[in-house]
């Protein structure tokens, strides 16, 4: 299976932006998944994989947000241009 | 003769850019009353001039920009801008480069010399003859503090020299192998190399990640992960060379001797690598033997995916 280097770029754009997508309160507070629970509880554990798996997805939603705007627009309009 | 495309053109040039054969008057002619036969007097004279040139009547605008080119780069305000261009790009590179890329860190990783590499080559595809296994500290004579000796003086560092060395060498054997069988095409070199490189990236981010999400207690850094993924790339160029001289059987036998020395080395180098140094209890020994054991795997994987020609 032939990869190339645009193909990794796309897929990890692709991967943010699915991260980026789950919707704290309406989503994952639904599967005990959101930030907020975990922190409400007994302070911040960040020990077990799934507290860091949370505080990740916290964390890209909330730092990648611009840049993912920024990715997607070069991208599509990229996409737009070339095909 | 062969075209040239640097050659100066032989007629002399006018002080004036010339960006448009319609603002040319290298001939004869100082009325310019019809500019397409400005443009065909042009071409003439630059066909005449260059007699390398066999165009023929249906590339006379490949030639035009042909010329206008050469004038582009004659032109000494062209010449200006680019060294402006460039002391411009040297200062933000230099300034910002040190923020993203320590240098220092990275030099460390390319401190080597031949017997350090002919030491570890021998290393990595027979480990069972080494007993030392642990890196050597030592005073850092800039920093002035103990740290790592430099793959120069100790065998057991992980170096970043022998991974590229060894991905180039695999891509160029690769690309041999498949000449040798008639199936070679140049974009299969670009496309090994690409695909090659894409596992790599993926596999020393996944590595990085997953140490995150498991909460090592003392990770590997990530350049020594860079380095330590890296040496499967000897244990690929051997079994490819073999390849070349056995049948598919003892190939596949070599590749797999050379995955059980990789990973015995691995192990035995990441084990020492990722040592728990603060606590009388070992919490996280099941977490890093596991770690250990997914790094190996990896590697026996991809190495076999990616000599499967």
């Known amino acids: 299976m032939a990869v190339s280097f645009w193909a990794l770029l796309e897929a990890l754009l692709l991967f943010f932006n699915a991260i980026a997508v789950l919707n704290e309160q309406r989503f994952l507070a639904k599967i005990g998944w959101s930030h907020q629970q975990q922190q409400s509880g007994y302070g911040v554990d960040s020990t077990t994989a799934k507290a860091r798996v949370m ?19 070069c991208v599509i309009s990229l996409k737009i241009v070339l095909g | 003769m062969a075209f040239n495309p640097y ?23 100082p009325n310019p009353s019809n500019p397409m036969m400005m443009a065909g007097q042009q071409q003439q004279q630059y066909a005449q001039g260059q007699q390398q040139m066999d165009f023929g009547n249906g590339n006379q605008l490949f030639s035009t920009m042909m010329s206008q080119g050469q004038a582009f780069m004659a032109n000494p305000a062209t010449n200006l801008a680019l060294q402006h261009g460039f002391s411009v790009a040297e200062n933000y590179v230099g300034k910002n480069l040190s923020r993203f890329v320590t240098i220092n860190k990275l030099k460390y990783y390319f401190a080597v010399n ?67 069988q008639n199936k070679f095409t140049i974009e299969l070199l670009g496309m090994t190399a690409s695909s090659a490189l894409v596992w790599y990236i993926f596999e020393v981010a996944a590595m990085s990640l997953s140490m995150y ?62 040592v728990d140094e603060g606590g009388a209890q070992d919490h996280g020994y099941k977490r890093r033997t596991y770690f250990i054991l997914s790094i190996v795997a990896a590697q026996v994987l991809l190495s076999f995916y990616l000599t499967i020609y």
């Open chain 2, 114 to 180: 031949t017997s350090y590499v002919a030491r570890k080559l021998r290393l990595v595809l027979f480990p069972f003859l080494n007993r030392d296994w642990s890196r050597k500290h030592g005073t850092d004579p800039s920093t002035n503090s103990i740290s790592f000796l430099p793959p120069r003086d100790d065998v057991n560092a992980p170096d970043l020299y022998i991974p590229v060395m060894a991905f180039v060498t695999y891509v160029l054997l690769v690309g041999f192998w498949l000449g040798v």
């Open chain 2, 213 to 274: 999400i498991m909460n090592i207690n003392c990770p590997i850094q990530t350049m020594d992960l860079m380095a330590y993924c890296g040496y499967k790339y000897v244990g690929m160029i051997v079994t490819i060379i073999s390849m070349f001289v056995l049948n598919s059987l003892g190939s596949s036998a070599v590749l797999l001797f050379c995955c059980l020395s990789l990973s015995f080395y691995l192990v035995k180098t990441l084990r020492l690598a990722m």
């Open chain 1, 55 to 73: 505080l990740l997805i916290h964390d890209v939603r909330k730092y990648m947000r611009i840049p993912l705007i920024l990715l997607n627009v």
């Open chain 2, 7 to 29: 050659q100066q053109p032989t007629q002399p040039m006018n002080g004036l850019p010339q960006f448009s054969p319609f603002f040319a008057n290298n001939n004869n002619n």
